[in-house]
């Protein structure tokens, strides 16, 4: 209460999540002088990469249906925040639009007819991946997805979120399951209507990886480098 538009403009790169996210409910409530501000991270973002905070902002100044602000965007940023490099020239552009729109079943059912399309044309055909396939993702096309999951989603969403969480139960499945919303006691949950379609899943809600043929193909793409080894 009471934090003038120059904090709220320093809470925006906090350290922690909570006074970030809150910085931006409050700049929002500010009107035009508090839009700017987010505008202004937005424009920042240019050299220093999106993060969810930029993801969150972008999505939110869309949710005002505001004429202005929308033209705004699209001029600034026509395709989204992000660049989404491929090694093997798939567009993902498709997913970004879907998150854009917080339409989180179709990004979900995306991935998937992505993933299949990065495995080659026997799996797009198939319409499920075997893990042997996995193992030969290049990682640059999974850290764009990631990427792309885990700035629209508040840092919620996405395969690392979703490896982090499996590792904090010592790569236990039944662990993982109840946490990410996958199965409660011994019933899984039904797709697609029984999974939460909004940010307000539990943390790695999404993207889905269907279990009906084992895990073995999310282990895969838990412990793919992508996200087993650092950066180079
Ligand atoms: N489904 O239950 N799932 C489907 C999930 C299981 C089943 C698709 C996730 C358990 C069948 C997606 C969970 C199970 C079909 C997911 C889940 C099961 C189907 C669409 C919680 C029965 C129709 C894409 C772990 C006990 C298959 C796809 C077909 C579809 C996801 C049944 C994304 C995360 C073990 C029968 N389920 N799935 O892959 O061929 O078809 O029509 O995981």
Redesign the pocket.
């Known amino acids: 209460p009471g934090l003038d538009l120059e904090q709220l403009r320093q809470r925006l790169r906090s350290k922690s999540d909570r006074p970030r996210r809150q910085a931006i409910t409050q700049l929002l409530s500010l009107g035009e002088p508090g839009i700017e501000v987010l505008k202004d991270y937005l424009q920042d973002c240019r050299d220093r990469g999106f993060d969810w905070v930029a993801g969150t902002i972008f999505r939110e100044l869309l949710a005002l249906q505001d004429e202005a602000i929308a033209l705004y965007l699209a001029e600034a940023f026509p395709f989204g925040l992000l660049y989404l490099p491929s090694e093997k020239g798939i567009d993902y552009q498709p997913i970004q639009d879907a998150l854009i729109e917080g339409d989180w079943q179709e990004a ?1 059912r995306l991935t ?1 007819v992505k993933l299949c399309e990065l495995a080659g044309t026997a799996a797009k055909t198939r ?2 991946l075997y893990y042997t396939e996995v193992l030969n993702f290049p990682r640059l096309d999974l850290e764009t997805i990631d990427k792309l999951w885990r700035v629209y989603s508040e840092d919620k969403f996405g395969f690392s979120v979703q490896r982090e969480l499996w590792l904090s139960v010592d790569r236990v499945w039944e662990q993982l ?1 109840p946490r990410i919303g ?2 409660q006691g011994n019933i ?4 697609p209507g029984a999974f939460t379609w909004s940010v307000e899943a539990p943390r790695g809600h999404l993207p ?5 043929r084992g895990a073995r193909v999310m282990a895969a793409l838990l412990e793919h480098p992508a996200f087993s080894e650092p950066q180079p």
């Open positions: 979900d998937t319409k499920w399951w996958w199965k899984w949950t039904r797709y889905l990886t269907n279990q009906l």
